[in-house]
């Protein structure tokens, strides 16, 4: 099982909207709803901040938001924050009944 | 409160294997899957596989196959992850992390991590 191909980086300004893409296979991404995104800062574990696609776990800011089409997902963050700077992993189920992340997205906040 | 606190560091020779624990605490550990997740110096994260507690099921990702055995001791809420035949390429943090209730799939609760470095 190949990883899904994410940018490795991408950037942006206080307040605008960026968005992350997750590309995977038919037997993965494509397959299921069961797409999520964690955030992890350095030094520290990462945090679930979306799954099944789109949904947030309480205490998640409405800010960050999923969607998927075909066999890429994609992670947007609206209204960026100085705090949203990190790195972004998206993370599937697969037809083998295992899991697989994303290579990761390195957020940077300009 | 829900904790996962896992074993210390370990530095391990070539061709040598090593046991990770994770305790968990604040839940029933047979209620929640159990997955590993590590991480290499520098680099992003890699699912390694997860167990179901209740049952002793695993499901181990293909890279790892053979090479890798989870485990649990449900009488002291205890999970393991051994990796053997190491090289160094398996320098890396490793990590347990809980499983959401719902479907397993999502990881709601993460260990502090374990170092594991492999060196001569």
């Known amino acids: 099982q190949s990883a899904l191909t994410q940018p490795a980086s991408v950037s942006g300004s206080p307040g605008q909207s960026i968005t992350i893409s997750c590309t995977g296979t038919?037997?993965?991404?494509?397959?299921?709803?069961?797409v999520s995104w964690y955030q992890q800062h350095p030094g520290r574990a990462p945090k679930l901040m979306l799954y099944?696609?789109?949904n947030r776990p309480s205490g998640v800011t409405n800010r960050f938001s999923g969607s998927k089409s075909g066999n890429t997902a994609s992670l947007t963050i609206s209204g960026l924050q100085a705090e949203d700077e990190g790195d972004y992993y998206c993370?599937?189920?697969?037809?083998?009944?295992?899991?697989?992340f994303g290579g990761g997205t390195r957020l940077t906040v300009l | 409160q829900v904790q996962v606190v896992q074993s210390g560091a370990e530095v391990k020779k070539p061709g040598a294997s090593v046991k990770v624990s994770c305790k968990a605490s604040g839940y029933t550990l047979t209620d929640y899957y159990m997955h590993w997740v590590r991480q290499a110096p520098g680099q992003g994260l890699e699912w390694m596989g997860r167990?179901?507690?209740?049952?002793?099921?695993?499901n181990y990702a293909q890279k790892f196959q053979g090479r890798v055995t989870m485990t649990r001791d449900t009488s002291i809420s205890t999970a393991y992850m051994e990796l053997s035949g190491l090289t160094s390429d398996d320098t890396a943090v490793y990590y347990c992390a809980r499983g959401d209730y719902s479907s397993g799939l999502y990881i709601d609760y993460w260990g502090q991590g374990t170092l594991v470095t492999v060196s001569s």
């Open positions: 167990i179901n507690p209740n049952s002793g099921g695993t």
């Open positions: 993370n599937s189920y697969t037809s083998s009944s295992t899991l697989v």
């Open positions: 099944d696609v789109s």
């Open positions: 038919s037997s993965d991404i494509g397959g299921y709803k069961y």
